[in-house]
């Protein structure tokens, strides 16, 4: 019922930096809490950052003071802004939302996007 559309990936010089855009759309009830996670080349998924509704932000330690998670409730949309990246920071980064099963519910479901590939090379 919602499909996720992440843009903005590509590839950034060390030290430069990118944006990236999740949208969300389809039949929502309301979306809870939004989040930015990146896998590697053999490694694990893991979380970068994540904003709750209410605009509570949490981060990696690796990416405190140089990424920025925002939202946009009005347009569902949830961003990340990256900076000073670095080559290591190559990866395919994963939008991830929750929305409420029912309404009046606190029991969410999950949703992915299907990934926008960040490169950090010189």
């Known amino acids: 019922?919602?499909?996720?559309?992440?843009?903005?990936?590509?590839?950034?010089?060390?030290?430069g930096s990118l944006?990236?855009?999740?949208?969300?759309?389809?039949?929502m009830l309301r979306i809870n809490d939004m989040g930015w996670y990146r896998q590697a080349p053999g490694k694990q998924r893991e979380l970068v950052a994540s904003i709750t509704k209410f605009g509570t932000r949490n981060y990696a330690d690796f990416v405190k003071d140089r990424f920025t998670i925002s939202r946009d409730n009005a347009e569902n949309?949830?961003?990340?802004q990256m900076n000073s990246l670095k080559p290591d920071e190559t990866a395919v980064y994963y939008c991830h939302i929750e929305d409420l099963t029912n309404p009046g519910s606190n029991r969410?479901?999950?949703?992915?996007?299907?990934?926008?590939?960040?490169t950090v090379s010189s």
């Not at 019922?1 to 030290?15: C, D, F, I, K, T």
């Not at 949309?77 to 990340?80: I, Q, S």
């Not at 969410?108 to 960040?118: I, P, R």
């Open 77 to 80: 949309t949830v961003y990340l």
């Open 1 to 15: 019922q919602v499909h996720l559309v992440e843009s903005g990936g590509g590839l950034a010089q060390p030290g």
């Open 108 to 118: 969410v479901k999950g949703y992915w996007g299907q990934g926008t590939q960040v």
């Open 19 to 27: 944006r990236l855009s999740c949208a969300a759309s389809g039949r």
